[in-house]
């Protein structure tokens, strides 16, 4: 009754505006680098393809692996600590990355990003939930999580015109002032949390196991299309990260100190938000990713023309996102869940109807992307809320770096599902069956999204643990 009374704190939203924007930086860092790829294949001839992608490869794969750590350590030794020392890491690694002499250093500063980049995000989202209220939690992971859209809908847009205007050293030194920024200025404005529930020490034996298992099963998902998804080397790979794994849930389960505490799927909300993460981010991923290669190799268009002509969709998931935090606080994850499961396959559905051959920008492009957009809006921010839902807030680092875990593998699945399904067609009609098998896959993801939250999802006004 009195929840709407609630006060927050001034130093809670700036709390809120530090971590948004770590986490835009953060988020952006894993699209924006792709729009650079020809240009680093210009400014480093002699390096072969393999060696460009893991450019690209070795932050996604160092952020997934180091992710459980890290959240263990923010809740263990501080989460304001971790937070900025990890943005401090991430400055440092992009200035040798912008500054990198040869291929081999800059994957060699990729690596340095993905270790701050890994140790900044599950804090940045643990100092967000334990400063504001219990009642208002959903209002600001509203807001935190409208920068994974808008992260997705400048990345494209904003490469382009970094890369247009300067070269590929460009989104990298991007980063330097804005992390600078929040690290002279953050400190004053984030109070400190740690979790006085977690043991003094941890199962170290899980930490390479979690690390490598992780990691392992990220580099297999990312070579399926490049290997073959049959191949003796990818069958290899998944079986050794299924066994380091297992591993890992074998000391998990049986440690008095575990690294993650499986306990936590005990707790429904939080399974099904993982499991819906899956679906959503497969599903907008797989779009995000296909769409933009179909623009440019179909109907000839720029890669700037193209960051702009599908910007508005994610964009709209910025302004639906913070409004929606709002809403879960009066009727829960599920419901929105739901709704943003039938949006995005009904944008999906109008791909299948209105984008040909021919270029048809308002209803084969824009109006499946204000839908998706519309659907994201009610997907990023609120699958956080409803996995966290009734996280006890002594294992918000520990529950957030789980989640967000599952998010990356989520990614690179989806990605990886987009290219082998489209494969290398020799025409236009080609390539518009491999994204409409595609999109027919990224409906399919939503519909089991949409079922999931219709009757396991909260509908109960959000009142996040306060234990």
Excluded at 92 to 120: D, E, K, T, V, W
Excluded at 220 to 245: E, R
Aim: proline letters at 6%; a positive charge; aromatic letters at 12%.
């Amino acid at each position: 009754m009195n929840e709407e009374k609630v006060s927050i704190p001034k130093r809670s939203w700036l709390t809120l505006a530090v971590t948004s924007i770590a986490a835009f930086m953060i988020a952006i860092e894993t699209s924006i680098i792709s729009l650079a790829l020809p240009q680093l294949r210009a400014g480093f001839p002699d390096a072969t393809e393999s060696k460009l992608s893991w450019i690209v490869n070795a932050y996604t794969i160092g952020v997934a692996s180091l992710l459980l750590v890290s959240g263990w350590l923010a809740d263990r030794f501080g989460r304001k600590k971790l937070f900025f020392w990890g943005l401090f890491v991430f400055l440092i690694a992009s200035c040798a990355a912008g500054l990198a002499p040869s291929a081999n250093f800059l994957i060699g500063a990729r690596i340095i990003q993905a270790i701050g980049g890994a140790m900044q995000y599950p804090a940045g989202l643990a100092l967000l939930l334990a400063a504001f209220p219990p009642s208002k939690i959903q209002t600001a992971i509203g807001t935190w999580g409208a920068m994974g859209g808008l992260a997705a809908a400048l990345g494209p847009t904003l490469g382009a015109l970094l890369v247009d205007a300067f070269d590929w050293q460009a989104v990298f030194f991007i980063n330097v002032p804005v992390a600078a920024i929040v690290i002279i200025f953050g400190p004053r404005w984030v109070t400190e949390s740690y979790s006085e529930a977690i043991p003094t020490k941890v199962d170290l034996i899980s930490v390479p196991l979690a690390s490598l298992g992780v990691g392992t099963a990220i580099f297999a998902i990312t070579q399926g299309n490049k290997w073959g998804w049959l191949s003796p080397s990818l069958i290899i790979s998944f079986t050794i990260a299924a066994l380091l794994v297992l591993a890992f849930i074998f000391r998990s389960k049986r440690h008095p100190a575990p690294l993650f505490d499986l306990a936590l799927f005990k707790l429904k909300t939080f399974s099904v938000g993982m499991i819906g993460t899956l679906f959503f981010i497969v599903a907008f991923f797989a779009w995000l990713i296909s769409l933009p290669t179909f623009i440019q190799g179909t109907w000839e268009w720029s890669v700037l023309k193209t960051g702009f002509a599908i910007a508005p969709g994610p964009l709209l998931t910025a302004f639906v996102s913070p409004p929606a935090g709002r809403l879960a606080e009066r009727i829960g994850n599920g419901p929105l869940l739901t709704v943003g499961g039938i949006l995005g396959a009904a944008g999906l559905t109008c791909h299948l109807l209105f984008t040909k051959v021919e270029p048809d920008y308002l209803k084969g492009i824009l109006l499946p992307s204000l839908l998706i957009g519309f659907s994201a809006g009610f997907g990023f921010a609120q699958l956080i809320g409803a996995a966290m839902r009734d996280v006890p807030r002594d294992q918000f680092g520990m529950a957030g770096a789980g989640r967000t875990t599952i998010f990356q593998l989520s990614l690179a699945l989806g990605v990886a599902l987009a290219f082998t399904i489209i494969g290398r067609p020799d025409n236009p009609s080609e390539a518009l069956d491999g994204l409409q098998a595609t999109w027919l896959m990224g409906i399919g993801c939503y519909l089991l999204q949409t079922v999931l939250f219709a009757f396991f999802g909260s509908s109960d006004k959000t009142s996040t643990n306060t234990s």
